[in-house]
Nanobody, 113 residues
Framework: QVQLVESGGGLVQPGGSLRLSCAASGSMFSIYFMAWFRQAPGKERELVAKISSSGMTTYIDSVKGRFTISRDNAKKMVYLQMNSLKPEDTAIYFC???????WGQGTQVTVSS
């Protein structure tokens, strides 16, 4: 069993930055794809970015060039650096191991002036 705990959300002005962190417990963390999803009010949950065990990354078009996903297997951590934030990035952000259907509790990101 793996537990995921997100942190780092908050309120930020448009154009600002936030860094989300996800701490994982349990063994075999390093073999899994890790991902960040988000869900905005009234919308379906969407995949934002994912990273393979070897560090290959994929992003949705709307965050390319602004967000960076990374991982530290030794520390069992996954990060999402979010720059040039826009109001449409406002959502609850979830850390996940999709292939195992493990999810964190989510952290709120609000981009507003």
């Amino acid at each position: 069993q793996v537990q995921l705990v997100e942190s780092g959300g908050g309120l930020v002005q448009p154009g600002g930055s936030l860094r989300l962190s996800c701490a994982a417990s349990g063994s075999m963390f390093s073999i899994y794809f890790m991902a960040w999803f988000r869900q905005a009010p009234g919308k379906e949950r969407e995949l934002v970015a994912k990273i393979s065990s070897s560090g290959m990354t994929t992003y949705i078009d709307s965050v390319k060039g602004r967000f960076t996903i990374s991982r530290d297997n030794a520390k069992k951590m996954v990060y999402l650096q979010m720059n040039s934030l826009k109001p449409e990035d406002t959502a609850i952000y979830f850390c996940s191991i999709p292939e195992m259907n493990y999810w964190g509790q989510g952290t709120q990101v609000t981009v507003s002036s």
